[in-house]
């Protein structure tokens, strides 16, 4: 039998197959080249959303619906190849939030673990059990799953954000529960830098025992993350098809900061042509800083600061950058990881 053919569909066999389909029975050999495939086969699509756009739609919205209203003010990212699904890739969701002045996105808390990256303006705030951090432009802040957490903004501009979930991945396992607080904002019970005292100082309090797999440190301000490519650039030590390229870690035992997306940070410099590279996690991208562009399965997809762009499983991506860049990006590399799918080719065109 072939991987890729299916066999020949004669009366006789027609109907076998309608009368144990009564019974809900199908033979394998008749979908057997749909379900195992020799390589990924996906509905997600590459596809890029320029932020200029979607902040004027966000502000826009702003004026039809308030963010307790809607619960999140959000506009979601939907995949070009899945309309009507919310989702970005195949396992994960990606939407750009807005919250004005004065406002508050009601408290609340699921089991669909959660990263907000901020694209613009600066001063608001979010909390997550009990403790409260301020969101500055491209810092990269967590929610782990069934975590108290509201948002609020009490500087004089909107704030957006890139909300990142696995609400796929989390409904593919039909495990999604949610829960409101009776308040729109919880009480603050810890001081506002306690958990990078605890947790981001390379160090970890004595009697600590990792019981969540989730990062305890819950905001990676971008302003260290930079710095740490910065001081990486000194060496020169380019990868050919990342740059330099950092992952976002849980300082608890070395993993990636969230048990089911995995968080990056890359520097290209000027005039990088990136050799080419593919792996089975769709991949999302936010252009944090600089202008390029990136081909993804041959069609090219030019990107300026803030702008969004998604690469799926098993695409072949290639950067070209015109300035410096930055690049922002989330997958769900780890969940693949620990179930011993994740794979990737370098190099070849």
Same mark, same amino acid.
């Given at each position: ?12 066999? *027609? ?149 990142? *979930? ?50 305890? *440190? ?118 693949? *990881? ?12």
């Amino acid at each position: 039998m072939s991987l890729t053919e299916k066999p020949a569909e004669t009366p006789e066999r *027609l109907a076998f197959y309608e009368k144990i389909d009564r019974l809900a029975y199908t033979p394998l050999w008749a979908v057997f080249a749909d379900i195992i495939t020799p390589q990924p086969r996906s509905h997600c699509q590459p596809n890029l959303w320029k932020f200029n756009q979607a902040r004027e739609w966000l502000l826009e919205a702003g004026d039809l619906i308030t963010a307790k209203e809607a619960e999140r003010r959000v506009l979601i990212l939907e995949n070009p190849g899945m309309r009507g699904q919310s989702r970005i890739t195949t396992s994960l969701y990606a939407g750009l939030q807005l919250v004005l002045p004065g406002e508050v996105a009601p408290a609340h808390r699921h089991s669909q673990s959660a990263l907000r990256f901020v694209i613009d303006g600066s001063g608001a705030h979010t909390s997550v059990n009990g403790e409260r951090t301020k969101m500055e432009f491209g810092d990269f802040v967590i929610t782990p799953p069934w975590a108290w957490h509201d948002h609020g903004n009490h500087s004089e501009e909107p704030m957006i954000w890139m909300d990142g *979930l696995d609400i796929p991945m989390v409904s593919f396992f039909d495990a999604s529960f949610a829960e409101a607080m009776a308040t729109d904002e919880q009480p603050v019970s810890r001081h506002s830098e306690d958990s990078h005292a605890r947790y981001g100082a390379n160090m970890l309090p004595v009697d600590y025992h990792q019981h969540e797999l989730t990062s305890p *440190l819950f905001n990676y301000p971008y302003q260290r993350s930079r710095e740490a490519l910065e001081v990486m650039r000194r060496e020169q030590d380019w990868d050919p098809c990342h740059g330099l390229k950092m992952r976002y870690i849980n300082p608890a035992d070395g993993q990636f900061a969230m048990p089911t997306i995995s968080a990056f940070l890359q520097l290209l410099p000027p005039d990088f042509h990136s050799l080419a590279y593919r792996s089975t996690d769709a991949t999302v991208f936010v252009a944090t800083e600089g202008s390029g562009r990136s081909t993804i399965n041959g069609e090219t997809f030019a990107w300026g600061p803030r702008d969004i762009f998604v690469a799926p499983s098993w695409a072949r991506v290639t950067h070209e950058t015109e300035t410096e860049a930055v690049l922002f990006s989330y997958s769900d590399r780890t969940a693949q *990881l620990k179930l011993g799918l994740w794979r990737e080719q370098r190099g070849k065109a």
